[in-house]
């Protein structure tokens, strides 16, 4: 009401962000995927979308499942899961959208993967992210955690041209403001 525009910085899909964005009446661009992708809720326009390459997303997932990493491929309206497991409902609870299930890497081959979501449960299988990670220094691991299974970390795999500060920028001159005329606030 005082012309103060508003919008979602988060690693979440925009599928899975809609129904807090209604909730609270956010309807500027945002970002989603960590920066990845920037949608404007008005226009109903993808203003910038930086999937990962298939190689990548696919050697990826490829060492994942070696490790027998837990993995969900995300595209720009649905999200991915080659199995129904007690982790992918609780994440399917969490963005309120259900996965498909389905092969994923026949998904990776026929779309674009905006990112590639590997959860591992720390206490059984130790610190697998940071050794997959050290596999993909060009990719962007952003971390992530369930409150309600702390055992477990997860990492949103994206490209590493979809950096936040990037996102940030084109925001900032979509919205025709400066950086200093930004307020955010969330969780750490």
């Known amino acids: 009401s005082h012309g103060i525009k508003t919008a979602i910085a988060s690693g979440r899909p925009y599928f ?7 909730e609270l009446g ?3 661009a945002g970002m989603f995927y960590t920066g990845a992708h920037l949608y404007d809720p008005q226009t109903q326009q993808t203003l910038l979308n930086i999937p990962l390459k298939k190689e990548e997303a696919l050697a990826v997932l490829a060492a994942a499942n070696t490790m027998g990493l837990y993995a969900e491929a995300y595209t720009d309206s649905s999200f991915y899961a080659s199995q129904s497991t007690e982790i992918s409902r609780v994440h399917a609870e969490h963005l309120r959208v259900n ?3 389905d092969n994923l890497v026949e998904v990776i081959n026929c779309s674009d993967i ?7 449960n720390r206490a059984q299988q130790g610190d697998l992210l ?8 060009n990719l962007i691991f952003a971390r992530a955690y369930l409150s309600a299974y702390p055992d477990w970390q997860f990492a949103s795999v994206i490209s590493s041209a979809a950096t936040k500060l990037r996102a940030f920028e084109y925001l900032l001159q979509y919205h025709n403001v400066q950086a ?9």
């Open 16 to 22: 899975a962000a809609r129904f807090l964005m209604d």
């Open 26 to 28: 956010i309807q500027d």
């Open 99 to 101: 996965p498909v299930l």
């Open 114 to 120: 905006a990112k590639l979501l590997l959860g591992v």
């Open 130 to 137: 940071s050794a997959l990670e050290a596999q993909f220094p």
């Open 180 to 188: 200093h005329q930004v307020i955010s606030f969330g969780d750490p």
